[in-house]
């Protein structure tokens, strides 16, 4: 009989925990006895937006305490977006393609910025986040294209791949010291990077003259592609450079490599338009494809063993939802 009872009792919480209902602009959808989850019932809504704080339905009060996945996703007419006090958890791709989303809070208690949350909200000039995030998702921010300044959080320890993928006017961006992980092109096509800043007490990542490396030196992750700088010598300790790392660096003549590196990734030094030389030594044991695709002033010579010049489709291996 107990068992009976258990059942009974276990589909009927299921069946109220997926309950939706519609209550003024939005639809709601129960997660648990006192909270639901908030999506977009109309994609045509428009202007500002504010998310309350609770919700009633069938004689009871819920609290707002969740944004869904893709909740408002394709909404092109939000203007701002106010989130209540208690909203703790932003779903994936929430607000996905929001084009002109200009403005939003996040509210204290989000502890992640998901999966492609503002992915394509290209109006979005600032935000800020609270100390607590300790996670940016993979395409988070990607393109985000009017980003000039993102202050991250002194708790951040992940950034997910692209997440910052072409916000092409971040101009500068400093690392707290509690990241611990950057993922793989991270920074793609922020072409308005002057520099990057890490703080001296974290222990995976350093800038050294304005430029990102790995903390002992052995891997240059990114450089700015504003940096003022015609010739450029990286640290002798480096072994490696990372796919995309010089891309559409504008102002770089020649780059001077010493002995010790082995690694030139991928599209290292994808369209360095005014790059004339490249000092390659002997210690390279790989060059990737497209590594020196469109430097068009490149100087074939001066690079050790020769380049293959194979023109890079761009649109191969990307994700086309979220780019």
Known sequence: ?????????????????????????????????????????????????????????????????????????????????????????????????CVNLNSVNIPYGVKEIPEGVFCHCQALGGISLPDKITIIGDYAFAGCKDIVKINLPDMLKT???????NCSKLAALRLPSEVEKIGIRAFQGCTGLLRFEVEEQNKFFTANESVLFSKDLKKLIKYPSKKETQLYTPPSALTEIEEFAF?????????QLSNGVQTISNYAFSNCETLQKVKVPTSVRFIGED?????????????????????????????????
Request: charged content about 25%.
């Open 1 to 97: 009989m107990k068992f009976i009872f258990s059942v009974l009792f276990l589909t009927l919480t299921v069946f109220v925990s997926a309950q939706e209902f519609k209550s003024g602009t939005f639809l709601y959808r129960i997660i648990d006895e006192k909270n639901v989850e908030v999506l977009s019932n109309d994609k045509k809504m428009s202007g500002n937006v504010m998310i309350p704080e609770s919700v009633a339905f069938d004689g009871k009060i819920y609290y707002v305490s969740q944004v869904a996945d893709t909740g408002f996703a394709n909404c092109k007419g939000i203007k701002s977006l106010i989130l209540s006090s208690k909203i703790s958890k932003i779903g994936k791709r929430a607000f996905f393609n």
């Open 159 to 165: 950034i997910g791949n692209k997440a910052f993928y």
């Open 247 to 255: 891309e559409n660096v504008n102002d770089i003549v020649a780059v």
């Open 291 to 323: 590594a020196f695709f469109g430097c068009l002033r490149l100087q074939e010579e001066s690079l050790h063993g020769g380049v293959d010049y194979i023109e890079f489709d761009y649109s191969l291996g990307l994700i086309e939802d979220l780019e």
